[in-house]
């Protein structure tokens, strides 16, 4: 069964995790990013984020290769304003993706993570498997590997 994680991410916390991820389940990786770069200044950046996350704007995005050639994608993604960062949208808006992806994990500084998975449910019919991911800044950072760890063995085991 071919895999593939598709993320996008800002401060590098999601594609660490991806790259982790990706070599403890032997997945591809495909990185997108805003076509039009996020302001440089971090007030700027959640400024722009959280307004495209909450008003649920789909960006033009880059790196979306081809996915019809994996049988399972699992996406990876930072939480702005409770919601998957919008990059994540024009993803789920892309044919075929959302009924391939069977997991998730996601990176927020806050709390909000069960928010954010209650909305992907709603739009993911094959999810199977999320974990929550602290951003490096938070103490419980800590756990990420091993929750890594855990969710690679989810993933591996159906």
């Known amino acids: 069964m071919t895999k593939a994680i598709i993320y996008y991410s800002l401060s590098g916390n999601t594609e660490k995790a991806a790259k982790d991820l990706a070599s403890l389940i032997g997945a591809d990786l495909i990185k997108v990013d805003f076509v039009k770069p996020m302001p440089k200044s971090m007030g700027a950046q959640m400024l722009k984020g959280g307004m495209q996350t909450t008003f649920g704007m789909k960006p033009a995005i880059t790196g979306l290769t081809d996915t019809s050639k994996y049988d399972e994608l699992i996406l990876g993604a930072p939480i702005w304003a409770g919601k998957c960062a919008s990059p994540i949208n024009t993803i789920l808006a892309t044919n075929?993706?959302?009924?391939?992806?069977?997991?998730?994990?996601?990176?927020?500084?806050?709390?909000?993570?069960?928010?954010?998975?209650?909305?992907?449910?709603?739009?993911?019919?094959?999810?199977?498997?999320?974990?929550?991911?602290?951003?490096?800044?938070?103490?419980?950072?800590?756990?990420?590997?091993?929750?890594?760890?855990?969710?690679?063995?989810?993933?591996?085991?159906?």
């Open 96 to 158: 075929g993706i959302a009924d391939k992806i069977t997991s998730v994990f996601t990176f927020s500084g806050g709390g909000d993570n069960d928010k954010c998975i209650a909305n992907l449910n709603k739009r993911l019919p094959n999810l199977k498997h999320n974990v929550a991911l602290a951003d490096k800044s938070n103490e419980l950072s800590k756990d990420n590997d091993s929750k890594i760890k855990a969710f690679a063995s989810q993933i591996k085991n159906g």
